[in-house]
């Protein structure tokens, strides 16, 4: 045993050539700029030094991480292993450097910046019930949010910036809380988690007109009588549109090509409706007809 230590103790009193991983550290302004993905913690060096030296460094036992304060940020993306040599040279204790086996070091940096949004919801996303439309009136409170992180992400934010909708179908108006969802949330913070949320929720007012329906590809001297009629268009439509809504804008198509001969009827389509119709639908959903021969 004594041997043995006396052995080893001699060895670590020895020079030797060595690689060893050693710990880099970026010096950077934190109020200006922020990484947008993890930074490199070490490179491979090639050393000469003692044997208990070297031991303290791959055990990395107290040992101070080289500094590296790069000009040019955010723009420089990569530093070739040569150019670290300074700084890993400084940083070395009792060990010569002899040179960076690490070939490049990758980084990306950004600027860091605030962006203040008003925040809105997106109405396509949120779910009505039957019969009902969304009625506006909208309050949030707070009414904006401020993001925080790189200027190359959070540049790429809409304005306003939709809360996550109710999850429930709506049939009256909604009052409560909404969460602020976003992406890169390792990188980007917000002010704000939540707002509360006000808006209407309206019955859709419903009417129906008599239709005329137009003929397409009829046989000619033959006359058509509707067995079923009359047609009927039922729609629906937001009730601040009530007075823009012309009937007579309807038009239903009766195709002869789509003739069912079994129960001697066609399905009617609607083939134009004003514009501002939530919702229009036919009776009967099959008109059957009868031909006679002039």
């Known amino acids: ?40 913690e070490e490179v491979m060096v090639s050393v000469t030094g003692k044997g208990w030296k070297l ?40 060990l010569e450097l002899n040179y960076v086996a690490t070939d490049t070091l990758y980084f990306d940096f950004d600027h860091l910046i ?20 969304y009625g506006g009136q909208l309050r949030i409170q707070p009414d904006s949010v401020a993001f925080t992180g790189p200027k190359q992400i959070i540049s790429m934010f809409p304005s306003p910036y939709p809360l996550a909708p109710p999850e429930a179908a709506l049939q009256s108006s909604f009052k409560g809380e909404l969460p602020l969802l976003y992406d890169f949330t390792e990188l980007v913070k917000a002010n704000i988690s939540k707002a509360q949320v006000q808006f209407a929720v309206l ?9 005329q329906p137009v003929l397409k590809n009829f046989p000619p001297k033959y006359r058509l009588a509707y067995l079923n009629g009359p047609v009927k268009v039922k729609y629906a439509f937001h009730p601040r549109n009530r ?23 066609i399905v009617p ?14 009776a009967p959903g099959k008109v059957k ?4 021969a002039l």
């Open 1 to 40: 045993m004594t041997a043995t230590t006396f052995w080893v103790l001699n060895s670590l009193n020895k020079s030797y050539i060595a690689r060893i991983s050693y710990p880099i550290q970026f010096v950077y302004d934190q109020r200006q700029l922020v990484p947008v993905k993890p930074l490199p």
């Open 55 to 94: 031991l303290r460094k791959n055990l990395m036992f107290q040992v101070k991480p080289a500094e590296l304060s790069i000009r040019g940020l955010p723009y420089v993306k990569r530093l070739p292993g040569a150019a670290l040599r300074p700084a890993i040279a400084n940083a070395l204790d009792g």
């Open 114 to 133: 605030t962006r203040k949004i008003p925040l809105g919801i997106d109405t396509a996303q949120v779910r009505i019930g039957p019969g009902f439309t």
């Open 203 to 211: 019955p859709l007012d419903k009417l129906e007109v008599v239709v």
């Open 243 to 265: 007075g823009l809504i012309e009937a007579a804008q309807f038009e239903v198509t009766l195709d002869y090509a789509q003739y069912n001969a079994a129960d001697s009827s």
């Open 269 to 282: 389509t609607i083939t134009q409706k004003p514009t501002g119709i939530r919702q229009a639908s036919i």
């Open 289 to 292: 007809i009868s031909l006679t």
